[in-house]
């Protein structure tokens, strides 16, 4: 059984999944009344473009983990008939080992940013939303991205070289 579609990882990416959709139904709601208020109404919607933003947010990093452990991501194959199954396989290690160190990298950061924010009462200039949720779910998307990648990496390494696409 592939480690990168566990049930517990399943479940994670799904509840993510979940919400990265509602954030795109907020997006979408959000976008749509900001325009007809905008030009059929002549009145803009105050702090409309933050919630496009924070819901951008929400949106992109809950996404990513379930594309990446469906391997769903655009993906150009242009050398891989050059490279052979060898090339390819040092390929998928060298870009998860570099991708899980970059996704580390952002978790830490972000969470030293959500704590700042937490302390300091970060918030938008207009709506006054509090910026520390964004970036505890920025946190949450991007470790179970690298937890995604760290276990296919497993997978790659455990399978070999040999493995079938």
């Not at 579609?5 to 509840?15: I, N, P, Q, Y």
């Not at 795109?24 to 002549?42: D, P």
């Not at 455990?158 to 079938?164: E, K, Q, T, W, Y």
Request: proline share 2%; aromatic share 8%; net charge neutral.
């Amino acid at each position: 059984m592939e480690l990168a579609r566990s049930t517990h990882v399943g479940r994670a990416v799904r509840l993510l999944t979940i919400l990265s959709s509602l954030a795109l139904g907020v997006l979408l709601v959000a976008t749509s009344a900001g325009v007809i208020m905008r030009y059929v109404f002549e009145a803009p919607i105050l702090g409309g473009n933050e919630i496009i933003q924070l819901a951008s947010v929400v949106l992109v990093m809950l996404a990513m983990p379930g594309a990446a452990r469906d391997e769903i991501h655009i993906r150009v194959d242009v050398f891989d008939e050059r490279i052979g199954r060898y090339g390819r396989f040092v390929g998928d290690v060298l870009a998860r080992c570099i991708s899980v160190y970059i996704l580390s990298m952002l978790t830490w950061r972000s969470w030293d940013k959500l704590v700042d924010a937490a302390e300091y009462g970060d918030a938008t200039n207009m709506l006054q939303i509090p910026f520390w949720p964004f970036y505890g779910l920025l946190v949450l998307g991007a470790m179970l991205y690298a937890i995604v990648l760290l276990l296919q990496l497993i997978d790659i390494i455990r399978a070999g070289a040999g493995r079938s696409e």
